[in-house]
């Protein structure tokens, strides 16, 4: 296992340059607890926080930095503070920061890539959470880091790729009920081993994973947590070396169980598809085109007919939504701007509808609709989903955060077959087609998602039949993947 080192800086109160950084201190220590079980040497993990935060010290640390880090092959240094921009230069707030003379009393970025880029390591990941400082003092300042530089010091840093906790423009937030900054807690969730969400079969996790998580989780909390729509964007940047390797996690999760444990998915959807012809849609004229090519032509002329169509469906599912779950209007996010495509968000799912050409017959359309990003089996259970989807929908997709290899799945069940169970498998090894006793539909395997199809009209039973699944299979407990992104 390559050896790992790792620098936590947590600014959390400053003298007087602003208000305090909750929890910052809290969450570093506590990711500082869980390194060495992901591959990084205790003795080369250092934390600065409370009064070793100063300008000062936070300097001399830097400097001696290559000496931290000795021979280590990979560097994690995150920093939590808050942030201001001078004419396209960013500084870093430190404790002993002041309004008068910020640029002289506060950690400029440059400064910082300057210092990382000198360590020997091989691989080099920062986390940048720093949210926005105002200083209306100085009409010089501005808030928060400048997006530019901190894309032009990552790409001239051949070995370093960036993660920031937020977009230019926004801030980090927090929650009082997780007692945690957002993506600190889900920083801290990756490296424990919460998630198998982009963890590759060696156990190995990228900063691309990470990033992909993040992007992912912050989102959906952040909705969760504020009343008022907020936004906060987790930001990759260096993305040329975000193969760079964060954490060992092999150990931590084990072998995993069964290779369709849920905990290995990162995406349920309940789907259906339907055909209907093209002089069907709303947007057609007489006397107009029809595709005989399924080009990119006729994907734009066919997303642009279908518009009212899109727009009747997300009116329609939008009332019965607002209806039987009673949402306020603050809590739906409704889109139909997108090319053929609309979809609705509630704190519960989200519902896609979307078209396509049809590949083999271009005058005839492929409807598609989607519900995902479900809170939980019980949503699924309830009354008011069956009201609303219940005839909609005759498949379930699990899929895979990662490719699975299907022969291996194949040749586990043959060594022990489970009472009840036919497997068929296709000669190239890439897909497998599974029986089961009592059970009228088919559940496909392919490398990248399991999909179980049954007769439309009770999706709740396609949910139960997926558990009977993986019951015969080891893979005991709900699908927490129903959480998972979309």
Not at 46 to 63: F, G, P, Q, S
């Amino acid at each position: 296992m390559p050896s790992r080192a790792a620098l936590l800086v947590a600014v959390e109160t400053f003298f007087e340059a602003g208000p305090l950084v909750q929890y910052a201190a809290a969450d570093c220590a506590e990711l500082l607890r869980v390194l060495p079980a992901v591959g990084y040497a205790q003795e080369r993990c250092t934390l600065l926080a409370a009064h070793r935060t100063t300008k000062a010290v936070i300097e001399a640390t830097l400097k001696r930095l290559t000496k931290i880090a000795g021979d280590a092959e990979s560097l994690l240094v995150l920093v939590v503070s808050r942030g201001f921009n001078v004419k396209g230069r960013g500084y870093i707030a430190c404790a002993d920061t002041i309004a008068p003379d910020p640029l002289e009393t506060a950690l400029s970025v440059a400064d910082l890539f300057a210092a990382i880029g000198k360590v020997k390591a091989k691989e080099i990941t920062l986390l940048l959470d720093i949210d926005p400082l105002a200083l209306a003092e100085n009409k010089l300042v501005q808030p928060g880091l400048d997006d530019a530089e901190l894309a032009a010091l990552l790409e001239k840093s051949p070995k370093c790729t960036g993660l920031t906790a937020c977009a230019e423009g926004e801030r980090s937030f927090e929650s009082a009920q997780l007692r945690h900054g957002i993506w600190r807690h889900h920083l801290i969730e990756a490296f424990t081993g919460k998630t198998r969400a982009g963890v590759s079969k060696d156990g190995t996790f990228t900063a691309a994973a990470l990033h992909e998580f993040l992007a992912d989780a912050v989102p959906r909390t952040l909705r969760r947590t504020y009343e008022t729509q907020q936004e906060q964007t987790p930001t990759l940047y260096g993305e040329a070396n975000s193969a760079a390797v964060v954490a060992e996690l092999g150990k931590l999760l084990g072998p995993g169980g069964d290779l369709l444990d849920p905990t290995r998915m990162k995406r349920v959807v309940f789907r259906s598809e339907s055909r209907s012809d093209v002089k069907n849609l709303t947007g057609y004229r007489k006397g107009q085109p029809i595709p005989d090519r399924a080009n990119e032509w006729a994907r734009k002329y066919v997303n642009r007919i279908a518009t009212p169509d899109i727009k009747v469906d997300l009116d329609n599912t939008f009332d019965m939504v607002r209806e039987t779950f009673g949402y306020k209007r603050k809590d739906l996010d409704v889109s139909a701007e997108r090319d053929g495509m609309g979809f609705i968000r509630t704190p519960d799912f989200e519902y896609t509808v979307s078209l396509s050409v049809h590949e083999e017959d271009p005058s005839e359309v492929v409807w598609r609709r989607e519900v995902s990003r479900i809170s939980g089996p019980d949503f699924v259970r309830s009354e008011g989903f069956r009201n609303v989807f219940g005839t909609m929908f005759d498949k379930l997709v699990f899929e895979f955060a990662t490719p699975v290899d299907v022969a291996d799945f194949v040749d586990r069940i043959e060594d022990a077959p489970p009472e009840g169970v036919k497997v068929n498998i296709a000669s190239d090894l890439g897909a497998a087609v599974i029986a089961l006793t009592g059970f009228a539909g088919k559940i496909n395997v392919t490398r990248d998602a399991v999909t179980i199809e049954g007769q439309a009209g009770n999706p709740s039973s396609l949910m139960e039949q997926f558990l009977v699944f993986l019951r015969k299979f080891g893979a005991l407990g709900e699908p927490k993947a129903l959480t998972a992104g979309g």
